[in-house]
């Protein structure tokens, strides 16, 4: 008797939305022991909910009962970079949403996208001083890519190297996943079929996409990569895609 494959299922950044993931998972089939649930990262900013998202997705990775993948994103790798070093030039600009996640972890009302911090929120901001030591440890211990049978799973993307475009566990430094926002790999990355998320798809190529191209809003298809971005958090909604039955799942 041949073996099922296993089923992965991916979901693409959720930027502080509990309530597009919470309806999200609810029009996932019933996921078991055999099944797989990888996020694409970026849980927090821009959203009203960040603290709430994560402590879902961990209770997801606690409980299960299906293997939970929880990559970082570019987002928690900023904060990770604010908390270190410092890092003032991504928690300033408003469209980082970076004081909707300080609110958030602060138990406070999300602000209005003209509010801007007032000067202890900025000094806690700009330490990342307000997130619990054990989310730091989590955002830490986020992998930058996960592999299965079906595909690569990765925040952003892949940067050609010569002729080619490496493995991502061939990539130095790993943050070069997060970041990458790239033409060239959207439409010239041949290989398994990779996934990831960061750039939203109605940014992406959409002559490209064989995935409902008169909807550039809706999940991207490549040649060989798919894209997961449909802007949760930022007035979009948020996507898993199956595989490898390669069937697409809405929030909206």
Known sequence: MTRMAARTFAIGDIHGDLEELE????RLPALTADDTLVFLGDYIDRGPHSQAVVARVRELEKNGPMKVVALRGNHEDAWLQVIDAGWLEFIFPRGNGCLETYRSFAGKPAPTEEESPD???LESMS????FPKDVV?????????YE?????????GVKRVGDGFPHPREVKPQRALLWLRDRDFFANY????VVFGHTTTRTLPNELS???????TDLWAGPACIGLDTACGKGGFLTAFELPA???YESR
């Open 210 to 216: 064989t995935h409902t191209p008169d909807d550039p």
């Open 246 to 248: 390669r069937v697409v």
């Open 119 to 121: 000067k202890r929120e």
């Open 190 to 193: 041949r290989g398994k079929l």
């Open 23 to 26: 309806e999200l998972l609810s």
């Open 137 to 145: 440890a989590w955002m830490r211990a986020l992998p930058f890519f």
């Open 148 to 156: 299965d049978e079906h595909a690569i799973y990765v925040h952003a």
């Open 127 to 130: 330490k990342g001083a307000f």
